[in-house]
């Protein structure tokens, strides 16, 4: 049970970018896929996109897709997310987790979960 950490959120101002990381110390992410999850004030958690840390097999939730971009980087054991072209729609506390099996969009399918970063997209 290593910490995830993500960083990188705060506020900006719609059309504009952000770029998250999700780290984690000790074991490496080679063995996992990582996936972004987001959660914003009243919602459920919602699937952003998730990347096969091996084979670099991607799924981008529809909302994102084409905007949103996932990559890691193994020797660094860490995940980014770039957020371009952002909206008032994307505000939410955005985590990153781990998991070993299951479908890739699927929370329950994964097992660590970081404390996750603040986003906020104003208009």
């Known amino acids: 049970q290593v910490p995830l950490v993500e960083s990188g959120g705060g506020l900006v101002q719609a059309g504009g970018s952000l770029r998250l990381s999700c780290a984690a110390s000790?074991?490496?992410?080679?063995?996992?896929?990582v996936g972004w999850f987001r959660q914003a004030p009243g919602k459920e958690r919602e699937f952003v996109v998730a990347v096969m840390m091996n084979s670099g097999l991607t799924n981008y939730a529809d909302s994102v897709r084409g905007r949103f971009t996932i990559s890691r980087d193994n020797a660094k054991n860490t995940v980014y997310l770039q957020m371009n072209s952002l909206k008032p729609e994307d505000t939410a506390v955005y985590y990153c987790a781990t998991r070993r099996q299951g479908p890739l969009n699927a929370g329950s399918s994964y097992d660590y979960w970081g404390q996750g970063t603040q986003v906020t997209v104003s208009s």
């Open positions: 000790g074991r490496t992410f080679s063995s996992y896929a």
